[in-house]
């Protein structure tokens, strides 16, 4: 883990405040993080299993309306019905680093799919998504999955993934670590945290 700070609320970055038709986003803001907790299980066979990692951030965020919390899902089920989710990221098909955040639609794939396209080392916490006309880069690996569930009536943005590996040529499909899959594992650790602390 070789970074020591957390961006939020970044869309273009050559501009200092990002502006629309909407009005203005604040100024970024860096927050440093104060611990990185890696999944105990994560590379011990060398493979991309459990390439997950929680973040905890020195001081404490001020949501606004262009930086919110995102929602995880507890019902790994329901992935199922997903047809397409959304992905964000800064690279493009060429691979060069945009100013602008980017966003596609990418199809939910079965997971069989993608190990018939030679993408070898597929475990159950993984996600296959993606086609030959949006996909995730190089340069995003990291980048959420998400989608659209109705929560208490109100639409919430749920992240489904995390960008884990796919094709150099960025042409379709990719493998997202399956964030549903971990979820005992993000709730244990945080509990840990939590009474560490008090």
């Known amino acids: 883990m070789g970074f020591r700070k957390v961006r939020l609320g970044d869309y273009d970055r050559n501009k200092t405040h990002d502006c629309s038709s909407l009005g203005c986003l604040p100024r970024t803001s860096d927050i440093d993080i104060e611990r990185a907790i890696p999944h105990p299980q994560y590379n011990i066979t060398g493979i991309n299993e459990n390439n997950i990692a929680l973040v905890r951030i020195a001081e404490e965020i001020l949501f606004s309306d262009y930086i919110r919390p995102i929602c995880l899902l507890v019902n790994q ?10 992905v964000a990221g800064w690279a493009d098909y060429n691979k060069v680093i945009k100013t602008v955040l980017q966003t596609a639609i990418v199809a939910n794939r079965d997971i069989e799919e993608c190990k018939s396209l030679q993408l070898n080392n597929l475990f159950k916490d993984l996600i296959c998504a993606g086609d030959t006309t949006s996909d995730t880069c190089e340069g995003d690996m990291g980048n959420p999955l998400t989608g659209e569930l109705l929560y208490g009536g109100v639409p919430r943005i749920f ?3 995390i960008s884990n590996f796919g094709f150099s040529a960025c042409k379709g499909p990719s493998v997202y670590t399956n964030v549903t899959y971990h979820m005992k594992w993000i709730e244990d650790t ?3 945290y939590v009474n560490t602390d008090n």
């Open 159 to 161: 992240q489904f993934g």
């Open 77 to 86: 089920p329901l992935l199922k019905q997903f047809s397409s989710f959304i």
């Open 190 to 192: 945080l509990f840990e």
